[in-house]
């Protein structure tokens, strides 16, 4: 059987709902950029966050940020600031909505959007006045990938 992207992103954003979870067009986010509750509406595992954050195609933060517990794994990047101490300096609904939508957090940030699916630029689409959710597109993580991530974020303090 072949599945079309938008087919699997329909299916995945579907389980996201399902399971009690915040679907990516649905997630609310405050004034500073920070989303209060569990995307997945379930805790993350630290250890399955440590290696989304290390696995390309996944997360791949390290090709963009220095991570001292993470030093085994190769290719950490300077494009970002190390997080290092990122808990010390974030509350966990913070963290949450910087890896979900770094653009509510940071203006124009190069960082990528891990949990969206709407808003981007499509080529052949502008003019066609359909509606996004037509076509949705997979985000780059899952809800439990995200709160994941974010449960490895947290163990990150100086
Ligand atoms: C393409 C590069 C890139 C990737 C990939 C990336 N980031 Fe970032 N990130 C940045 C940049 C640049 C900033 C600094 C904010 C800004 O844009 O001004 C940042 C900021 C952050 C911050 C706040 C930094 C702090 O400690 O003050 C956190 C936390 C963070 N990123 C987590 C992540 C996580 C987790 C991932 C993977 C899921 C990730 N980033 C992937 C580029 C990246």
Redesign the pocket.
């Known amino acids: 059987m072949k599945l079309s992207s938008a087919t699997l992103a329909a299916c995945l954003i579907a389980k996201a709902a399902a399971a009690g979870g915040v679907a990516p067009q649905d997630v609310s986010f405050a004034e500073d950029g920070a989303v209060a509750v569990s995307l997945s509406g379930m805790a993350g595992d630290p250890a399955a966050g440590a290696r989304?954050?290390t696995t390309r195609g996944k997360?791949?933060?390290i090709?963009?940020?220095a991570v001292t517990t993470l030093a085994d794994a190769p290719f950490h990047?300077e494009?970002?600031?190390a997080?290092d101490g990122?808990a010390d300096?974030?509350e966990e609904a913070q963290?949450r909505g910087?890896?979900a939508d770094?653009k509510k957090t940071?203006e124009g940030?190069?960082?990528?959007s891990?949990y969206k699916t709407t808003g981007y630029i499509r080529p052949g689409k502008g003019y066609t006045g359909r509606a996004a959710e037509a076509d949705p597109m997979a985000p780059l993580?899952s809800a439990q990938e995200i709160e994941d991530?974010v449960a490895y974020?947290m163990t990150l303090k100086d």
């Open positions: 989304i954050m997360g791949n933060c090709a963009c940020h990047g494009v970002g600031p997080l990122a300096r974030w963290l910087i890896v770094s940071f940030s190069v960082m990528p891990f993580l991530v974020l």
